[in-house]
């Protein structure tokens, strides 16, 4: 069992920035590779960062890609989410979740083992 807490959300006005923390306990967090994910009203939920599980790869969503950066610290069993040039379009409930297959390149909403209860982040224009 992996207990995932987000925090860092929150009301910031377009162009700013933010940064998000998904702090992990329960089993060991390196074991497990490490996602972010957003929902905004009356949407999907939508795949936004990758991280594998030693940090070395990343994947991102083409909508965020050049102004967030997924990052994680295995010592501290901490992911964070650097959010820059944040848009209107960036507002969401913000969710980090883990799995155990280190394969990011194939990670969405389904399958993941593990999620936080969300971040609300709102980006005002």
């Known amino acids: 069992q992996v207990q995932l807490v987000e925090s860092g959300g929150g009301l910031v006005q377009a162009g700013g920035s933010l940064r998000l923390s998904c702090a992990a306990s329960g089993r060991t967090f390196s074991s497990y590779a490490m996602g972010w994910f957003r929902q905004a009203p009356g949407k999907e939920r939508e795949f936004v960062a990758a991280i594998s599980r030693s940090g070395g790869n990343t994947r991102y969503a083409d909508s965020v890609k050049g102004r967030f950066t997924i990052s994680r610290d295995n010592a501290k069993n901490t992911a964070y989410l650097q959010m820059n040039s944040l848009k209107p379009e960036d507002t969401a409930v913000y969710y980090c979740?883990?799995?155990?297959?280190?394969?990011?390149?194939?990670?969405?909403?389904?399958?993941?083992?593990?999620w936080g209860k969300g971040t609300p982040v709102t980006v005002s224009s």
């Open positions: 979740a883990v799995r155990w297959d280190n394969t990011i390149g194939t990670m969405s909403p389904v399958g993941m083992d593990y």
